[in-house]
């Protein structure tokens, strides 16, 4: 079974700046898309930003010029940078592996791991 293991959420003020790390745990991790998503209370998850398995990224308008996604397959983990925080980021992140369904990126998993909060406050 996949795991993932999400960290480095906190408290930070606008303008601020994070750094999430994901940890994926049996799978093949190299050969697969990852995805960092976010959910507000009382709003859908949202697909933030991905990186496939050559390094292409994509990433939401929302996030365009303020996050960057990079993954390091020796360690099996996918870090999320966040620059320029705004009080609308603050939001529960997780990650996922990917698959493209009929050309867009899907979550693979079912399972989905503990996440960690993002708080910006303004």
């Known amino acids: 079974q996949v795991q993932f293991v999400e960290s480095g959420g906190g408290l930070v003020q606008a303008g601020g700046s994070l750094r999430l790390s994901c940890a994926v745990y049996?799978?093949?991790?190299?050969?697969?898309?990852i995805g960092w998503y976010r959910q507000a209370p009382g709003k859908e998850r949202e697909l933030v930003a991905a990186?496939?398995?050559?390094?292409?990224?994509t990433y939401a308008d929302s996030a365009k010029g303020r996050f960057t996604i990079s993954r390091d397959n020796a360690e099996n983990t996918v870090y999320l940078q966040m620059n320029s925080l705004k009080p609308e980021d603050t939001a529960v992140y997780y990650c996922?592996?990917?698959?493209?369904?009929?050309?867009?990126?899907?979550?693979?998993?079912?399972?989905w791991g503990q996440g960690t909060q993002v708080t910006v406050s303004s």
């Open positions: 996922n592996t990917l698959i493209v369904y009929y050309g867009a990126y899907e979550p693979l998993e079912d399972y």
């Open positions: 049996g799978s093949t991790f190299s050969m697969n898309a």
């Open positions: 990186i496939s398995a050559s390094a292409r990224t």
